[in-house]
């Protein structure tokens, strides 16, 4: 009796024999009775053949009865991770006379196929009041679909690559990825994409003023923040700017504006306000009187400082028995009341 345990079944024939082998295997016939058992395998773990079917011995010119051949079964090593591993399969051949033989198959099992999984699709996040964001699993996505061929648990973790966020207020990419490890470590990562944008608008507030025209030019310069009544953006910065600016005497009396704060990315808010164009402020009148008792025929002297020559200014008196130039008889107050009288805006 003959045990092989590599042999060709092209070579096999060619001697005439017929075999019954599920296995492809390799050898050349060494005898006239031999009996084949499956050859040393490594697959995945997925992929792990059944126990093969071997036939009886083919026997000739041989004087001990055909052999006997049984599967003893097998013994599986011990393994750091449920896709490495080792299963050890034994047959025995025995024949009439007594003789035995047992044959092993080692079958190496290996797992080096990385777990599969979806990523969450990419997504668009955005700075809120604070200025700050949002990127917990809760609020861009977790994965799903995780699948493997051998483990059943697996280590799940992300890491987030910053450095794309160079555009205003901090916005722009966070590149994360995603690493999935099955417990023979082998590793699948997957990237997401989670853009980051500022779209919040500036709060917006205003107010109105008055502004009184230089006296020596005829005009006054308004500026943004005059009329600001505590605008703010969530992001901090921001400008302003306003629709007019530069007032004359043309724009006597209430001139609407508009406010408008623009921040860093581009987003704008407008409120409207009015501004109050008037004239310098009266002149101050300071006269000669040391009492406050005036005869009749008494003199004053008033003096003006501090006039607008763009304005004209008239005398009166409160009496009409009263004048600038005497007051007739009688008791009482007078008063002289100065009084401002603007040029219209094509007076000389």
Same mark, same amino acid.
């Given at each position: ?138 609020? &861009?996505? #977790?994965?799903?679909? %995780?699948?493997? +061929?051998? @483990? $059943?648990?697996?280590? =799940?973790?992300?890491?987030?690559? !910053? /450095? ?12 994360? &990825?995603? #690493?999935?490890?099955? %417990?023979?470590? +082998?590793? @699948? $990562?997957?990237?997401? =994409?989670?853009?980051?944008?500022? !779209? /919040? ?42 629709s007019q600016s530069v007032f004359n005497c043309t724009h006597l009396g209430d001139n609407p ?92």
């Amino acid at each position: 009796m003959k045990i092989l345990s590599n042999i060709s079944l092209k070579n096999f024939l060619k001697c005439g024999f017929s075999l019954f082998v599920f296995i492809p295997l390799s050898a050349l016939p060494q005898s006239s009775d031999f009996v084949l058992f499956p050859a040393s395998l490594i697959v995945s773990c997925d992929n792990i053949p059944p126990v093969a079917v071997i036939g009886t011995e083919v026997t000739s010119n041989n004087s001990c009865p055909p052999d006997n051949i049984t599967y003893l079964g097998q013994i599986t090593s011990d393994s750091s991770c449920p896709g490495n591993y080792k299963i050890i399969r034994t047959w025995r051949l025995s024949d009439g006379c007594s003789n035995v033989k047992d044959s092993s198959q080692v079958i190496t099992v290996i797992d080096t196929t990385p777990p599969s999984f979806s990523l969450p699709p990419n997504i668009t996040v955005y700075r809120n009041n604070a200025c700050s964001i949002d990127t917990s699993v809760a609020a &861009t996505g #977790n994965i799903s679909g %995780l699948s493997d +061929n051998c @483990s $059943s648990s697996f280590s =799940i973790s992300y890491s987030d690559n !910053t /450095s794309g966020l160079t555009g205003c207020n901090n916005t722009g990419i966070i590149i994360r &990825t995603w #690493n999935v490890r099955d %417990l023979c470590n +082998n590793l @699948s $990562s997957k990237q997401q =994409i989670i853009s980051v944008a500022d !779209t /919040s608008r500036p709060s917006m507030a205003c107010k109105n003023i008055t502004r009184l025209l230089d006296a020596a030019t005829g005009t006054v310069s308004v500026m943004p923040a005059e009329i600001d009544a505590g605008t703010t953006d969530n992001c901090s910065f921001f400008s302003l700017s306003i629709s007019q600016s530069v007032f004359n005497c043309t724009h006597l009396g209430d001139n609407p504006v508009t406010l408008t704060a623009t921040d860093a990315c581009g987003n704008t808010a407008v409120c409207n306000a009015t501004i109050t164009i008037d004239y310098a402020l009266p002149p101050v009148s300071s006269s000669t009187v040391t009492s406050d008792t005036l005869c009749n025929g008494d003199t004053v002297l008033f003096t003006l400082t501090g006039t607008n020559p763009l304005t004209h200014y008239t005398w009166t008196v409160n009496r009409s028995d009263a004048s600038l130039t005497g007051v007739s008889g009688g008791s009482g107050n007078v008063g002289v009341e100065i009084k401002q009288i603007p040029y219209n805006h094509s007076d000389s």
